[in-house]
């Protein structure tokens, strides 16, 4: 399967994919260091807060530019919004740990690279585009609001979409190819989402 267990957290195995290892291949070591890091403790987080609420978490992993945690799908939407913010709000508390650490230990250069990765995490998790944490987010609490899963889907759906598409153009302005590529992703999920394309 291509990956390594490293440890069990609250019952659940967490693993590493081994592909993950070709950052390697253009980063520096303290940001490789600084990614795995910010991607354990987001998914570990999710888990956390889901053990609280009762839910079973099957596993975890770390994977080459994001992570995921296996959780029992039979979520309330109650639950599922503060399980999946759960995520992007350790990312934020990773970045302000790390400031923080860099104001009482000056010339630490390679806690920048950490407080970078958090706050990129933070903000991209909470954007609006499905199957991100901000999507899922908007349309848990959109149903939450409406009782109506059909239409918190299609306006959760919609959001996705034009964010999505805003993304891709930014990333292909700015000639962030990596981002481009995830953002044409997010766009064909909310165009399946909708049922705009079937393939």
């Not at 260091?33 to 991607?39: G, P, Q, R, V």
């Not at 913010?85 to 923080?100: D, H, K, M, R």
């Not at 009782?147 to 805003?166: D, E, Q």
């Amino acid at each position: 399967k291509l990956e390594l267990k490293m440890f069990t957290f609250q019952g659940s195995p967490v693993y590493l994919k081994l592909w993950f290892l070709l950052l390697f291949a253009w980063l520096s070591p303290t940001m490789v260091a600084a990614i795995f890091l910010s991607i354990l403790v987001h998914e570990l987080a999710h888990a956390w807060v889901a053990n609280l609420k009762g839910y079973q978490v099957y596993s975890i992993h770390v994977d080459l530019f994001s992570g995921s945690a296996a959780i029992d799908s039979n979520m309330h939407e109650r639950d599922s919004v503060p399980i999946t913010a759960a995520g992007p709000i350790s990312n934020l508390l990773l970045a302000v740990i790390g400031y923080t650490l860099m104001m009482l230990v000056p010339g630490i250069s390679y806690v920048k690279d950490f407080i970078t990765v958090n706050i990129f995490l933070f903000i991209f998790n909470i954007l609006p585009i499905y199957p991100m944490d901000g999507g899922r987010i908007l349309k848990d609490v959109l149903f939450l609001k409406m009782k109506n899963r059909y239409k918190a889907n299609r306006i959760a759906g919609f959001t996705s979409l034009i964010t999505a598409s805003l993304l891709l153009i930014f990333s292909l302005i700015t000639m962030n190819f990596i981002m481009a590529l995830f953002s044409g992703y997010f766009c064909y999920l909310s165009l399946k989402g909708l049922k705009l394309i079937n393939i």
